[in-house]
């Protein structure tokens, strides 16, 4: 009885590792796809709307929503105060506080940390540069997430499916 309570408790804790990996492997996929999106509005912002940064990033985060909406949403109330930091400093500090908090890479935080470097000391011009660099490239690590996904999702999923196997018994294979 009590290795078939072992089994049992075994079986149950891979499948949930399983569930649990590849649920962190879909999140990181969605981050990606907010912070595309805000990337996007955030240029359409700077473009078409000739706003202040604060607002911009406002109405980026409102368009990302979830972890991503906060992060912006942060830092665009950051900025909004005058504490003698620059847009470039306050948006280094709020991605680092926010670094547990997201589901993204260490290459992923690499890139928001190099994107905010020159966030608001350039001219337009260069920003609507900087954010479409970043939106190509927020596109293809999204991409490579879904391919990573789809397929190590499967795997790791895969671990708690044998006790759904209708060809074999879970019960005869312990006994057995």
Known sequence: MLKLLGAVLVVF???????????GLNARKQELRAFRYASSALETEIAYGLI???????????????GVGKLLGQTSAALSVSTGENAA????H?????????????????LLHKFGM???ESD?????????????????????????????????????????????NFLQCCHG
């Open 52 to 66: 202040p940064l604060p607002q911009a990033l406002l109405r980026a985060s409102e368009e990302a929503g979830g």
């Open 118 to 120: 020159g966030l608001g």
């Open 89 to 92: 400093q306050i948006w280094q």
């Open 124 to 168: 337009g011009e260069d920003q609507l540069r900087r954010l479409k660099l970043l939106n190509l490239e927020l596109k293809a690590r999204e991409d490579k997430a879904a391919e990573m996904a789809a397929q190590m999702g499967k795997i790791w999923q895969s671990l708690g499916k044998v006790t759904f196997m209708p060809e074999r």
């Open 94 to 110: 709020k991605l680092q506080k926010n670094i547990t908090k997201l589901p993204l890479a260490s290459e992923d935080f690499a």
């Open 13 to 23: 804790a891979c499948g949930s590792l399983g569930r649990l990996v590849a649920m």
